[in-house]
């Protein structure tokens, strides 16, 4: 019986983010220990939980080591910090020599988008010394599709694997198939060979979701030709638009049997390359956002997210730019949630339900984002910030916000929470008791993954562009690390495999 090593390390950084993350930014409630993974994760939607799934099926046996994860998922912020990032590392290495008896070969979740101090291929030194501490043992690994993919990462690995959807609902897939890749080579039924075709293009992280449109419509020619050129697997990494370094851009991976599929990768990615202009689109200010919102609600309620304010993409989730609109506006039946502020959270719980008091609302770490609002607010419920998604991106993953509260400033209520995190679906206000039929405009802080669950819930939803780190529109950002010419901050950019 083979046995599989499995590992997680993942993180996206926003360089342009002022803060330096640590072991709380990545893992807000720790390492999980390696004992309680299986028990833990079999089952789950997660890429983990894939993974276990390919093992079971196989008739292998799964040997965790201790995984930094935040409950299966990955977070984002800024860099991190070199020491903790390098502290990491060595515990995952020392695990992998130590137990270097009891496993044939590794399966890891990784972000890949990684930065750290002196670090800016992060993902690709960590590879390295996975490479080092296990030896020959073959290593394939699952990246998110925002992931940037550097040559380091390829060197160090069998195989590579990508997540094809954003909202990303195919964690659980991609790490059943690195698994079950990874199973085929110690069993020499298979031999994955890479190839790998970077492409000058920054694709707007904040903007493009596969559910629509053009990141749709590659979505489904990357399917239809991985299957024509018979490989393992193909995906088209969109990169992470709020990274600035030299190794930022997308590109297309593909995996195949035997030989590497050079031909097909090259011909993904010309064929992406000509749907280059359609992966810009506007965003709108908070102004215009609020009244497109307004005027698109029918029966139910519209969606304005404030993508450039992301905490998923890295942005510190207490920009007030776009609640100031609604506030200065006093839109009826209109809620944000969520808005990170856990002092205003804390001073909430000390106050109680039905308690009225002043707070300093958001804008505490970045003037870019706005500033914080002086408001007089009622407190309607208070929430220990625990729940259970029902978005198919995480289904039956628990999360949370820590102490929260929702409140209510004139007509607007807003959730306050204690920990960054985009929102994925209703939970976060169903939480504190708000239920979405109460409300006609819904203010939250994410860019694409809320779509698995608003979609097909919401009358419309409308992403704000508001002043941020995570822009609809990434020449609004001084990149100076990118190799250059890229489109679209280089118009005439040129592309030749
Ligand atoms: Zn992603």
């Known amino acids: 019986m083979e046995r599989i090593a499995i590992v997680q390390l993942g993180y996206?950084?926003?360089?342009?983010?002022?803060?330096?993350a640590g072991l709380y930014d990545l893992a807000p409630d720790g390492w999980i220990d390696a004992k309680t993974v299986v028990e833990r994760f079999t089952g789950?939607?997660?890429?983990i939980g894939g993974i276990l799934t390919a093992l079971a099926e196989g008739g292998a046996a799964?040997?965790?080591m201790d995984l930094l994860s935040r409950n299966g998922a990955f977070n984002a912020g800024g860099i991190v910090d070199g020491d903790f990032w390098r502290s990491a590392v060595a515990h995952i290495c020392t695990q992998l020599r130590q137990r270097a008896a009891e496993y044939d070969g590794v399966c890891i979740a990784l972000h890949g988008a990684a930065c750290a101090d002196g670090l800016d291929d992060a993902?690709?030194?960590f590879l390295r010394q996975v490479r080092q501490a296990v030896g020959q043992k073959p290593v394939t690994a699952f990246l998110d599709l925002h992931a940037i993919v550097t040559p380091e990462m390829l060197a160090m690995t069998d195989a590579l694997f990508g997540v094809k959807t954003c909202p990303h609902v195919d964690f659980w897939e991609t790490g059943r198939l690195a698994a079950r890749t990874l199973l085929g080579i110690l069993r020499s039924e298979l031999q994955p060979r890479m190839a790998w075709q970077p492409l000058p293009l920054l694709v707007p992280a904040s903007m493009v979701s596969t559910l629509s449109g053009t990141g749709k419509e590659v979505r489904e020619y990357m399917a239809e030709r991985t299957a024509a050129h018979g490989l393992i697997d193909a995906a088209f990494f969109h990169g992470f638009s709020s990274a600035d370094t030299e190794y930022t851009c997308a590109c297309v991976v593909a995996v195949g049997n035997g030989e590497a599929p050079e031909a097909a990768v090259r011909e993904m990615a010309r064929h992406i390359w000509s749907l280059r202009h359609r992966f810009c689109q506007p965003g709108f200010s908070a102004a215009e956002a609020v009244d497109a919102a307004l005027a698109a609600v029918k029966d139910g309620y519209a969606v304005i997210n404030e993508t450039s304010d992301n905490p998923g993409g890295g942005c510190p989730g207490d920009g007030t730019h776009l609640l100031a609109e609604l506030l200065r506006r006093d839109v009826k039946g209109a809620i944000f949630g969520v808005i990170y502020d856990p002092a205003a959270a804390e001073?909430?719980?000390r106050a109680g339900v039905g308690a009225t008091l002043a707070l300093s609302v958001g804008g505490h770490t970045d003037p870019l984002f706005g500033p914080p609002l002086a408001v007089e607010v009622e407190v309607l419920a208070l929430s220990d910030g625990w729940f259970t998604c029902?978005?198919?991106?995480?289904q039956g993953l628990r999360l949370g916000y820590g102490p929260t509260a929702r409140v209510r400033c004139g007509q607007v209520e807003m959730v306050l929470v204690s920990r960054r995190m985009q929102s994925y679906d209703d939970r976060p206000l169903l939480m504190t008791g708000a239920k979405m039929e109460d409300y006609r405009l819904v203010a939250l802080k994410s860019s694409n993954?809320?779509?698995?669950y608003f979609l097909h819930t919401a009358d419309a939803i409308i992403a704000a562009d508001t002043p941020g780190l995570f822009p609809a529109d990434p020449r609004k950002l001084t990149y100076r690390h990118l190799r250059r010419p890229i489109f679209p901050l280089d118009?005439?950019?040129a592309f030749e495999v």
């Open 12 to 20: 996206e950084s926003n360089t342009f983010v002022d803060t330096r």
């Open 44 to 47: 789950s939607r997660t890429g």
């Open 62 to 64: 799964a040997v965790p």
């Open 123 to 125: 993902d690709g030194w």
């Open 347 to 349: 001073a909430c719980h």
């Open 390 to 394: 029902v978005s198919p991106m995480y």
């Open 449 to 452: 993954h809320f779509r698995a």
């Open 491 to 493: 118009e005439d950019t």
